[in-house]
């Protein structure tokens, strides 16, 4: 089965600090061309550094997991224990199921190259000889352009045998998904690639002790990686000196998404003002409406108001202080005629098609406040269902098996609690009072 | 591993370091609640019912999945924590059919009482719940799904615990589901555990289902009649039609060397007892046909009979069959009746293993027997010959958990590709005919192993493998029936000197009891040759003669001379065992006392209806020497258990039943045992009794009247009544503590060949046996028809 | 089961290159049913065997998987993403819209067994909202209009 291939469109801004972008759009899928562009210039002065100077380089950056945790990368690779009996492995997390994050996808599709080079320097920092790429199963198309980027690695040479001439080995494989949301949580994504239903394993043992095939595992998500060749040419300090600070170094894949004027992936510094991201990157909303919501980076972070939303900057700490997620870099602006039970709605039919169903409370929690949310949009529901969703979702957070269970309460536990009233708007048997965005009760099963 | 010292809800506990905290509360007598986790399956962590609140933790904890560590300060009752655990169980009732009082579970039901602990009966939820039919996956087992809490204990126990996988999860989230092998159905070992483990009422038993409630039945914990193992069960029992009648057999409360385990005979073949086809008259031939008479004139008939044709043809005219599946009372009463009474030797029994050869090659060793629950925990294990799988499940149940939870290392040599072989560290596939027996040999250096180099097997690997036995400090040797006589003493020789013990596996649920009792032409109990049976013959008035006497082949041949007046069969069908013409015994005077018309029975001239071991009290020696006390659960009307039935011929024969049996001989006497299905209370009085050393015995029809004898006598069991009569088993030593110096006759053994879904005759009564799908696909064995 | 060259050789290189065997179920399955449309029993019993599992693993592990399916399905399969991006740029009306003009609903096949129809959670084409995938194809900023004519395209290439 061929897949057809219309290049993904890209956005621009003139704020826009583009370290992993820059390559966008220049054919830098073909090595000749990436080589051309600085390509695998990192990966040879890796070659030359001490596995301990990479991994310092790296934490001087001050990069954080893109994945959406937003673990700090050098530190995850300091874990790898020097001595392993069993081999150890770099593995990539391209599952990108977050709802409203579309980012890895360019990577991939514009810079595949960047990824190989980073998983490569990965390699040499922990001590690794194999690397592992996995893609969702629907990014087939992309997962063509990884093959034969990898391919082409491998002739030319910086793949394989005796990488560079250095005298290292270094393979890659890549991997296809089935389609499961889960299978993005790290541990989950170890169980897929190992053939199995994605299912969270217990923790301990982490990954970097005890991950893929038994083996000390780094897993990082596609940008994260993708971010690696910069920071080892030009420096830590560099990289890290585009962020606020030396916890929210650099840049980030911005993916704006729903309610803007001017949708689209943009390349923004840590710690960007919101108010900026919104009304300028994004162009304000259509329609001459207002904001009314705004999910801060995928549908697994609580949920900001017009005024949290216009005073927020887009950085890690900003998020921490209010103990809540800065996330995956997956912005959905909700206008002010959307109704937020709806919107609470369909986030909660993901999680509910999503969860693997592993554990009592996320699985039995998600398909009830479904069943609920279905029930309260379509008018039928009583004031006690408020509480009783926010009872539920509480008691979801923080005692799941895995985050998913968090992700699917945080989204509702900030919209019951920000917008009671339009909940309260739907009592009484009243229809729902937002202009209608289609007015069917789809139910995924 | 070391101790460390934690504290639960201010208490200190004291537990070694890698426990799980779940398991260190239990210690202290603090309770967790729990789904998913189940000892020694894998932890899941899925249930979150065990949540608690680990200091310095951000979260709640499952106590399931943490190991303790020293200093650890938990608490398990804060209103935080009962709030989380009654929200699960409130999520858990949101999606499940609150029917309980039509549910097959009801009143045994873990999320039942789960709601009750933590009051969360109001349904919060106002959605309607899913409905979907009934499955039913194979004659045993029955799957509801909407009942079903996702616990994985079916999944694990079926995998980890059986190592038959048949059972999985199938999609995702809510519509999760266990799901059969076959799509439609199973195809298993249809053990069954699936079904005890599952905490609510998914999974639920053919054989039970909805014919009663829990608290209807009475339940008695007695031993099961199948194999060599001895598996404890608890029968669930109710009054019937004709007396009481075994509903249910499981083994939940765990006690017992099984635990939780029972094989598909254990939980279900139960059933056998309750055929249709039982005998439940005396039968008296009369014009060529048996006719119901009563039990005065068929008693009367056979002493009468057995009387003329001793003291007109002498004692030696007469021969006696003993049973595998009778109790050691009957046993040793059996032979004693046959050496005192009957004025015989002539006496034996359908022999499976060789335990004469297994007592002449230990005799005068200590320490050289191994219990069935060392098999569990030994580091390492040879297993020569059987198909534990098959015919000792509980032994292939300890010996895969042994490797699960101990680490256990095991060694088989086989000529078959035993199941077993997945769990072993080293298989050596040896060729068919006497290829046990050649290994042996080669083991012991008599031999080069030229022989065993067989296709499968490289002299690298035989080397190697024997290396790795040769490195084995505290060996577990199990043989089965491959090896016999000279092999079993060359194989002692190589073992004891390095410190190994040893198991001899024979067929039937008490073909080792049938041993030590001296069900032996040439033996007297505990493996004692005729010319050393002083001790016996006093105490049996002389009567008895150190004449050997003649074994089952012997016998018929006598028959077919006209030389064998009489012939007493007790519980065993030698004329299909042994595929003997009918015709043969067309002038002796057959007696068989059994359950149902066998072969041997249909040439009788009389036929007594017997009891069988769910009916009775007594004790069973299981294939590794320990031995276990029997409660009679059911009651048949109409039938007598096999004690009773000699004490009346021997009575109407004119004996001193007194000297047979010497009962009403304790300070004072108690009823005991007898009162039956009411044993729950009995047993207890019982213990009371023996701790005060009183014994009940008022009868001469109470087996316990023997065990005295039996303990005085035979050697290696003079064991702990308190112990046994607590329910505990206890390890005997009667072929290590024999004097046997020479072998009886191994040539007559012959394997029972039962699979797991044939049990003998008994398997031809059972329905649940002859109902599953594998029943149908095992080959028949060598032997077309099974007996005994 | 017979394959097509290229797919068997692709199993025989996936089986292979991975540390444990069982890692090349996933792709097996996918790229088989690339082929064969399902997964029919056949290839069930098939991948098993290649990759030494039990049926009822692979079962197992088929039904977690979105992607995967053990019935025929059209032949484009109409994936129209709802998820909230998606749906607050009109992928509601999208999907209607295609429920009207196929005369199916979720997750059913048309009759003459060209398209199926899905309604699915995020494709990670969320600045292009509304997005579709037909088979492994992506259409960005869909409308009912542009989908319209997407399914005259794809209802001719059945023709050709
Ligand atoms: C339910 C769930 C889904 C996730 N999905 C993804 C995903 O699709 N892509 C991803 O990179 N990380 C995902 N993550 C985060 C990963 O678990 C992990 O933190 C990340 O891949 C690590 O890489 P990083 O440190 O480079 O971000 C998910 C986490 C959870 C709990
Ligand atoms: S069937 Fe029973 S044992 Fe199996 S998962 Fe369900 S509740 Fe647990
Ligand atoms: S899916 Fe992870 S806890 Fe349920």
Redesign the pocket.
């Known amino acids: 089965m061929k897949t057809i291939y219309t290049p993904t469109p890209l956005a621009s801004h003139p704020d826009e600090v583009r370290v992993i972008s820059k390559r966008f759009g220049q054919g830098a899928h073909e090595i000749e061309r990436y080589i051309q562009l600085d390509g695998y210039k990192a990966a040879r002065k890796a070659l030359e550094m001490k596995p301990e100077e990479i991994i310092n380089e790296v934490k001087a950056s001050g990069l ?8 700090a ?1 050098g530190m ?1 690779w300091s874990f790898i224990p020097k001595q392993s009996d069993s081999p150890k492995y770099i593995l990539i ?6 709802p409203a ?1 579309c980012k ?1 996808r360019l990577l991939v599709e514009y810079d595949p190259h960047a990824i190989i080079e980073g998983v490569i320097i990965a390699g040499l920092a922990v001590g690794a000889k194999t690397g592992f790429i996995y893609l ?1 199963g629907e990014y087939r198309y992309l997962l063509e352009i990884m093959e034969r980027a990898v391919a082409d690695a491998y002739a030319k040479g910086f793949l394989g045998k005796n990488i560079f001439g250095s005298g290292h080995d270094f393979n890659i494989l890549t991997h296809t998904g089935a389609g499961a ?9 170890m169980e897929s690639l190992e053939g199995k239903r994605g299912l ?1 394993r217990l923790k301990p043992p982490f990954p970097a002790i005890k991950g893929l095939y038994g083996g000390p595992t780094v ?7 993708a971010t690696v060749p910069p920071i080892i040419l030009n420096g830590g300090k560099w990289y890290a000196a585009f962020g606020p600070n030396e916890k929210n170094g650099g840049t980030r894949l911005t993916c704006l998404t729903g309610h803007f004027n001017k949708p689209g992936v943009y390349e923004l510094p840590l710690g960007y003002p919101a108010n900026k991201m919104i009304y300028e990157v994004g162009g304000g909303i259509p329609n001459g409406r207002q904001l009314k919501a705004l999910v801060p980076g995928g549908s ?1 972070t609580f949920l900001l108001n017009r005024e949290e939303a216009e005073s927020a900057t887009m950085d890690y700490d900003w998020f921490a202080k209010r103990g809540e997620f800065l996330g ?1 870099g997956g912005v959905v602006a909700i206008d002010d005629q959307t109704c937020m039970v709806k919107v609470a709605l369909r986030i909660m039919k993901f999680y509910q098609h ?1 969860s693997c169903g592993w554990c009592i409370p996320c699985r039995e929690g998600t398909d009830w406040l479904k069943k609920t949310l279905i029930r309260f949009h379509a008018g039928a529901g009583a004031t006690k269902d408020i509480d009783q969703m926010l009872y539920l979702a509480n008691n979801m957070a923080g005692r799941t098996f ?3 269970g ?2 699917a309460a945080f989204p509702t536990i900030s919209i019951v609690q920000k917008w009671r009233n339009e909940f309260e708007q739907h009592l009484g048997g009243r229809s729902c009072p937002f202009e209608k965005v289609g007015d069917r009760q789809a139910v995924l099963v | 591993m070391a101790d460390v010292s934690i504290t639960v809800d201010g208490k200190k506990v004291t537990a070694p370091a890698g426990t799980l905290l779940i398991e260190a509360c239990k210690s202290a007598g603090i309770e967790v609640p729990a789904f998913c986790y189940y000892p020694g399956l894998s932890v899941q962590g899925a249930c979150r019912m065990c949540l608690v609140r680990i200091e310095k933790m951000p979260k709640l904890q499952t106590a399931c999945t943490v190991p303790i560590t020293d200093g650890m300060v938990v608490t398990t009752d804060t209103p935080e924590v009962v709030q989380a655990r009654k929200a699960t169980v409130e999520i858990l009732l949101g999606n499940h059919p609150l029917d309980c009082p039509v549910c097959d579970a009801g009143g045994e039901c873990e999320l039942q009482d789960m709601t009750f602990t933590y009051g969360a009966a109001e349904s919060q939820y106002m959605e309607a719940k899913q409905h979907e039919p009934e499955q039913q996956w194979s004659p045993v087992v029955f799957f509801d799904r909407p009942r079903c809490i996702l616990c994985y204990r079916c999944v694990r126990v079926c995998g980890e615990g059986m190592d038959v996988w048949a059972l999985g999860v199938q999609n995702r989230g809510v519509t999760s589901i266990i799901a059969p092998n076959q799509q439609d159905h199973l195809e298993c070992e249809e053990c069954g555990m699936c079904i005890d483990i599952c905490p609510v009422g998914a999974l639920t038993s053919g054989a039970y289902r909805y014919k009663t409630r829990p608290w209807e039945m009475n339940h008695v914990g007695t031993i099961c009649t199948h194999c060599g193992d001895g598996c404890k069960t608890t029968l669930g029992v109710r009054r019937s039609k004709g007396g009481m009648e075994i509903v249910r057999g499981d083994n939940r409360d765990k006690s017992g060397i099984n635990g939780d385990f029972l094989c598909i005979k254990g939980r279900y073949a139960f059933d056998f007892a309750n055929s249709e086809d039982r005998i439940t008259q005396p039968l008296l031939r009369r014009e060529g046909r048996l006719v119901p008479v009563s039990w005065e004139q068929a008693i009367d008939h056979v002493a009468t009979r057995f009387k003329e044709v001793r003291d007109a043809q002498g004692g030696n005219a007469i021969g006696v069959i003993g049973s595998n599946r009778t109790t050691n009372e009957e046993n040793y009463l059996l032979q004693k009746f046959a050496r005192s009474v009957l004025g015989t030797n002539n006496i034996d029994h359908h022999r499976t293993a060789d335990y004469p050869g297994f007592a002449k090659a230990i005799a005068g060793k200590q320490n050289i027997t191994a219990t069935l629950r060392d098999t569990m925990t030994a580091p390492a294990v040879l297993l020569i010959g059987s198909d534990p799988t098959e015919q000792h499940p509980l032994l292939a149940w300890n010996l895969r958990t042994n490797l699960r939870i101990h680490n256990g290392r095991i060694y088989i040599v086989n000529s078959r590709d035993v199941k077993l072989r997945r769990q072993a560290r080293a298989f050596a596939r040896v060729p068919g005919d006497g290829g046990e027996s050649s290994f042996v040999r080669y083991l012991a250096g008599q031999d080069n192993g030229r022989q065993l180099e067989s296709g499968e097997l490289s002299r690298d690997a035989l080397t190697k493998f024997r290396d790795q036995l040769n490195d084995e400090k505290e060996l577990i040797v199990i043989f089965g029936s491959e090896l016999r006589g000279d092999d079993i003493s060359v194989l002692v020789n190589w073992g004891s000197s390095r410190g190994a013990k040893f198991i001899c596996l024979g067929d039937y649920a008490n073909s080792r009891g049938a041993a030590d009792m001296g069900l032996y032409p040439d033996l007297l109990p505990g493996y004692t040759a005729l010319d050393r049976g002083s001790r016996f013959t006093e105490e049996y008035g002389g009567a008895a003669q150190a004449v050997r006497g003649l074994d089952i082949g012997g016998m018929f041949n006598a028959a077919a001379n006209g030389k064998l007046g009489a012939l007493y069969v007790v519980g065993s069908n030698p004329i299909a065992r042994y595929n003997v013409n009918p015709f043969t015994l067309s002038k002796t005077f057959v007696v068989v006392q059994d359950m149902f018309l066998t072969e041997t029975a249909t040439t009788a001239e009389v036929v007594l209806p017997a009891a069988n071991a769910y009916e009775k009290g007594g004790s069973f020696t299981n294939t590794y020497g320990d031995v276990q006390m029997l409660r009679k659960a059911a009651d048949v009307a109409g039938v007598r258990p096999d004690f009773e039935l000699i004490v009346r011929i021997a009575d109407r024969m004119g004996a001193d039943v007194r000297k047979l049996v010497p009962f009403g001989k304790g300070l004072r006497a108690d009823m005991g045992q007898s009162r039956g299905a009411q044993a729950g209370e009995a047993d207890r009085h019982l213990v009371w009794l023996a701790a005060r050393n009183l014994e009940p015995k008022l009868s001469p029809f109470d087996p316990e009247a023997l065990l005295d004898e039996i303990q005085r006598l035979v050697p290696g069991y003079n064991v702990s009544r308190l112990q046994l009569f607590s329910g505990n088993e206890v390890h005997t030593f009667a072929p290590e503590q024999s004097s046997l110096t020479a072998a009886s006759s191994p040539e007559s053994i012959v394997p029972a060949n039962d699979t797991l879904f044939t049990s003998g005759t008994l398997g031809r009564y059972s329905n649940t046996l002859n109902s599953v799908i594998e029943n149908r696909r095992a080959a028949p064995a060598e032997s077309e028809i099974p007996a005994d | 089961m017979q394959y097509s060259p290229q797919l068997e050789q692709r199993f025989q290189k996936l089986v292979s290159q991975y540390p444990w065997k069982r890692s090349a179920l996933i792709p097996l399955l996918l790229y088989a049913q690339d082929e064969v449309g399902y997964l029919s029993d056949e290839v069930i019993a098939d991948i098993a065997k290649r990759v030494e599992l039990t049926e009822l693993e692979v079962r197992n592990v088929i039904s977690y998987y979105s992607l995967l399916r053990t019935r025929p399905a059209g032949k484009f399969v109409v994936q129209v993403c709802t998820n909230i991006s998606c749906m607050l740029r009109g992928a509601e009306e999208v999907f209607e819209h295609c429920e009207r003009r196929l005369g199916v609903g979720h997750k059913q096949v048309t009759k003459d067994g060209t398209f199926s129809l899905e309604e699915v959670e995020c494709i990670g084409a969320c600045s292009w909202a509304p997005a579709v995938q037909v088979n492994y194809d992506f259409h960005l900023n869909v409308t009912p209009e542009t989908m319209n004519k997407l399914l005259d395209d794809y209802q001719n290439k059945t023709r050709q």
């Open positions: 954080r997991g893109r994945g959406g945790a937003g673990f990368t995850k997390n391209g599952d990108e199921s977050e994050t890895d969702r949301y889960e299978v993005g949580e790290e541990s989950a994504l969270p897993i990082n998500n596609v940008e994260t990686i697994s995956s999503e895995c985050a998913l968090d992700a």
